[in-house]
C-alpha cells in the first residue's frame, strides 16, 4: 500500500511538469503567431494581374522594378513608355519561396519587354492657344522660347527660364522671364547716376519693357510618338516656319512729339439720304508730347496706351453732316431688256443714264413711286419722254418711248406703266434711256437702282 501512494505522487509529479511545458510551448507558439501576423514577410509582385515573383520585402520588390527599367530605358536609349500596371500584394505564410533580387528584376524585365512600345518615347509639350509643339527635353523647350522672345528683345535684356518643380513623380516645367547681363549693366548705371537703390532701379528698367507671350503656355511632360518630336535647332526650325503660331507681346514706355486730332463731330441731316455726307470744317491738328506704353506682337503695334502728355498747341474737330433719310429704292422699269450703254463718259461727253435696249414697245414702268412732273413728245433730243419727281431730291427720265401713257401731276405707283419703248429723238435703236436725278444733277442709276443681272461693264 505504501508503494503505490508514492508511485501515485510520482505520476502527479509528471503531470504537472507536462503541462507546465505545454502551456509555455502555446505562449510562445501564441507569441510567434501574433508577430507574423502583424507583419508580412512574404510580397507577391503582379504586373496587369499576372504574378512574376516574390519578395521577402517590399523594398527589395521595388528595387528590382526600378532595377528592370533602368535597363530597359537604357536600351531603348530614352525614356521608354510602358503600357502597364505594376504592384506589390502582401500576403502571410509560415512558408514560401521567394526570389532574390537580381532573380527577380530579371523576370520583371522581361515582363515588361512585352508592354514596352519603343515607338512612344517621353517629352516636353510646348502648347499656346490651338498651337502645340513637342520637344525631347527640357533644354529643347528652353531654345525655342528664348528664340521666340530675343527677335524682339533687341538689346538682350530678357531670357527665359524653366524651372522644374518635382511633384510625386510628375515633373512640372513652368517658364520665367529674368533679367540678363545687358539689364544688369543698365541698373548699375541708374543706381550711379540717379542714386537709386538696386531695387528701384530695377523696377524703373521693368516699366521700360515688358515682354510676355499672348497665350498662356502650358508646358507639361508627355509620351507620344517618336517622329512627332523634335529636338535642339530642329524644334527652333519648325517654330521659325510656322510663323507666329506662338505669339511675343513685347511692351515699351515711348517719349515723343507728334500731331494729333480731335473726335470728329458728326450731325445727323435729315435732308440727306444714308451714306451721303459732306464737310462742314476740316478741322485743325495740334502738337503735343507724348509718354505712352506701346504694345507690340510679333513686332507689329496693337495698341497704344497714353500715360502722360503735354499739348503745345490745341485742336480744333472737323465737322461732318452725316444723311438720316431712308435710302431709296428704284428698280429696273423694264422687264425684257439688257443695258447696252452705261452711265459715265463716251468719246468726251457724259451718258448721264443706262440704255436699255429692248423690242419695240415693250411696257416701260415706273421705277419709283412717285407723280409725273413733265411728258414732253419730240422728235429731236430724248424723243418722246417722261421725268418724275419722287421727292424733294431726286426724279428719274425714261427717253426715247414710242408713244406716253401718263399725264402731268398724275401719282403712280413703282411698276405702274407710264409709256412704251421705241427709238424716237436721238437714238439708234429701240431701247429706253434711264436716268436718275438728284438735286439736278444726273447720278449713276446703280447709287440706289435695284437691278439683280442687269449690271454693267463698259468695255476697257
Known amino acids: 500500500m505504501k508503494k503505490i501512494t508514492k508511485y501515485h505522487k510520482r505520476v502527479k509529479l509528471t503531470f504537472a511538469v507536462s503541462a507546465f511545458l505545454c502551456c509555455l510551448l502555446m505562449l510562445l507558439l501564441f507569441n510567434s503567431v501574433g508577430s507574423f501576423a502583424a507583419q508580412a514577410n512574404y510580397y507577391v509582385v503582379k504586373i496587369d494581374g499576372q504574378v512574376v515573383g516574390c519578395s521577402n520585402s517590399k523594398e527589395n520588390a521595388e528595387t528590382a522594378l526600378f532595377e528592370a527599367r533602368k535597363r530597359l530605358s537604357k536600351e531603348a536609349d530614352s525614356i521608354v513608355y510602358l503600357d502597364s500596371k505594376f ?116 523696377a524703373q528698367l521693368h516699366q521700360l519693357k515688358k515682354i510676355s507671350f499672348v497665350d498662356t503656355l502650358q508646358i507639361s511632360q508627355v509620351y507620344t510618338d517618336k517622329s512627332a518630336v523634335f529636338s535642339g535647332d530642329d524644334a527652333v526650325q519648325k517654330v521659325l516656319s510656322d510663323g507666329s503660331a506662338i505669339g511675343v507681346c513685347t511692351t515699351k514706355l515711348a517719349n515723343y512729339d507728334e500731331e494729333f486730332d480731335l473726335p470728329i463731330q458728326y450731325i445727323e441731316d435729315d435732308d440727306m439720304y444714308e451714306g451721303q455726307s459732306y464737310v462742314v470744317y476740316d478741322g485743325t491738328s495740334g502738337t503735343r508730347n507724348v509718354t505712352a506704353y506701346i504694345s507690340y506682337v510679333n513686332g507689329k503695334e496693337k495698341s497704344r496706351n497714353i500715360i502722360q502728355q503735354t499739348v503745345y498747341t490745341e485742336p480744333t474737330a472737323a465737322i461732318i453732316r452725316t444723311g438720316v433719310l431712308p435710302s431709296p429704292e428704284f428698280v429696273v422699269p423694264l422687264d425684257n431688256c439688257f443695258i447696252s450703254s452705261g452711265f459715265g463718259y463716251r468719246w468726251g461727253s457724259l451718258h448721264t443714264g443706262n440704255d436699255y435696249a429692248c423690242g419695240y414697245g415693250e411696257p416701260i414702268y415706273a421705277s419709283a413711286p412717285g407723280y409725273i412732273e413733265t411728258v414732253t413728245h419730240s422728235d429731236e433730243g430724248y424723243g418722246n419722254n417722261v421725268v418724275m419727281r419722287h421727292d424733294d431730291h431726286l426724279q428719274t427720265r425714261y427717253a426715247h418711248m414710242s408713244e406716253t401713257a401718263c399725264e402731268e401731276g398724275q401719282y403712280v405707283q413703282r411698276f405702274e406703266i407710264i409709256g412704251y419703248a421705241g427709238s424716237t429723238g436721238n437714238s439708234t435703236g429701240n431701247h429706253c434711256h434711264f436716268e436718275i436725278i438728284q438735286d439736278g444733277v444726273p447720278i449713276d442709276p446703280f447709287t440706289y437702282l435695284e437691278g439683280e443681272g442687269l449690271e454693267y461693264y463698259p468695255d476697257e
Do not use: W
Open 87 to 202: 504592384t506589390i500584394e502582401p500576403e502571410h505564410k509560415f512558408f514560401g519561396k521567394t526570389d532574390q533580387t537580381e532573380d527577380l528584376s530579371t523576370a520583371i524585365y522581361e515582363q515588361l519587354k512585352e508592354y514596352t512600345d519603343l515607338n512612344y518615347v517621353q517629352g516636353i509639350c510646348i502648347s499656346a492657344g490651338k498651337y502645340s509643339i513637342t520637344v525631347n527635353n527640357p533644354l529643347s523647350a528652353t531654345m525655342v522660347l528664348r528664340t521666340l522672345e530675343s527677335q524682339y528683345d533687341e538689346e538682350n535684356e530678357y531670357t527665359v527660364n524653366l524651372i522644374s518643380k518635382q511633384n510625386d513623380d510628375y515633373t512640372e516645367i513652368t517658364y520665367e522671364m529674368v533679367n540678363s547681363s545687358a539689364m544688369e549693366e543698365r541698373i548699375a548705371e541708374l543706381m550711379e547716376q540717379e542714386g537709386l537703390t538696386k531695387t528701384a532701379a530695377d
